[in-house]
């Protein structure tokens, strides 16, 4: 099977253990979980290339984000803070653990770039990023993962035009609002409606919104269909993935009531969209083990090209 399928990158980090507020649905058993994942679709013969992500820079985040939300999370801890934001708590970890997380996309785009040709990668990351705005932290999200790998995607002259898929339950409000200080870079989502409470329609230029207000599988489907058509239509030249699996049945935070073929389809269906193209993929949200460690599983060997 190896020699049928191309091999892909995976950025990850043992920092990213290390955030682990009391109370808190976003644990370090998620990132064990995923990256049982990871180990699974090896097994299967898909090729891993594993590195281990460098924390992100200082100019990295600035890309994308106020200097002063930098601060905050870097001296959070010495200040005694108890949260970053509405539902992102702090603990000693969180900075580790988080800069980790968002230094993984450049990681992986340093490596395509070195790599020479289009190639895959996934970045097995927590905490998540999508909900994490220009100045502010917010739900489970301290910095914006997706936002900072497109800007690296631009900057470190992997490609020029960026296209951002999140397919996480909940609308990536976050990125939605870096994408304007990003460059060439478009956003689409698929979403339930609910909290934030973000993405009821597309916006000024290149952002597209489906939301779904009840569970719906062929729905979902369609939602993804019409963003990939959109997104052709703007004639990306690299993706980034903002991979959710709280869309999936019985995620105890999400469940937009669709299957691990429908999540799978939807990955499967960019793949082949876009077969050439350079593709990031970040995790974002997920709360069912079970559930993310079989999508993670699927989800490595779709980006291999592995049926």
Not at 27 to 41: C, F, N, S
Not at 114 to 132: E, L, N, S, T, Y
Not at 162 to 185: F, K, M, P, Q, Y
Not at 207 to 232: G, S
Request: glycine letters at 10%; proline letters at 6%; charged letters at 20%.
């Amino acid at each position: 099977m190896a020699g049928s399928t191309a091999a892909v990158v995976i950025v990850t980090h043992a920092a990213m253990h290390e955030h682990a507020p009391r109370h808190n649905r976003e644990v370090p058993q998620r990132l064990i979980a995923a990256l049982r994942g990871v180990a699974a679709a090896r097994r299967s013969g898909v090729v891993c290339e594993m590195h281990n992500a460098e924390p992100v820079q200082d100019a990295e985040v600035l890309a994308v984000h106020a200097p002063a939300l930098l601060e905050q999370l870097r001296s959070a801890f010495a200040q005694g803070l108890a949260q970053a934001g509405p539902e992102a708590p702090l603990d000693a970890g969180t900075w580790s653990s988080a800069s980790h997380a968002a230094g993984a996309g450049p990681t992986a785009v340093r490596r395509l770039v070195q790599a020479g040709a289009p190639r895959r990668a996934f970045c097995v990351v927590r905490p998540p990023g999508h909900h994490a705005s220009h100045d502010a932290a917010s739900g489970y999200c301290y910095l914006n993962n997706a936002a900072i790998t497109a800007a690296a995607v631009r900057s470190l002259g992997l490609a020029q035009r960026v296209a951002i898929l999140d397919i996480d339950h909940h609308h990536g409000n976050g990125t939605e609002a870096l994408v304007g200080r990003i460059g060439a870079c478009a956003y689409a989502s698929v979403h339930a409606a609910g909290y934030p409470g973000t993405g009821l329609r597309d916006g000024a230029g290149a952002i597209f919104n489906r939301v779904l207000r009840r569970m719906d599988r062929a729905a979902w489907r369609q939602a993804v269909a019409e963003l990939l058509a959109q997104l052709r239509a703007w004639r990306p030249e690299a993706l980034v993935l903002s991979f959710g699996t709280d869309a999936l049945i019985d995620d105890p935070v999400g469940d937009l009531g669709i299957t691990q073929d429908d999540l799978d389809g939807a990955v499967r269906d960019m793949v082949a969209q876009w077969p050439p193209l350079p593709m990031i993929s970040l995790l974002e949200g997920g709360y069912s083990l079970p559930n993310l460690e079989e999508a993670v599983r699927r989800h490595v060997r779709t980006l291999a090209g592995a049926t």
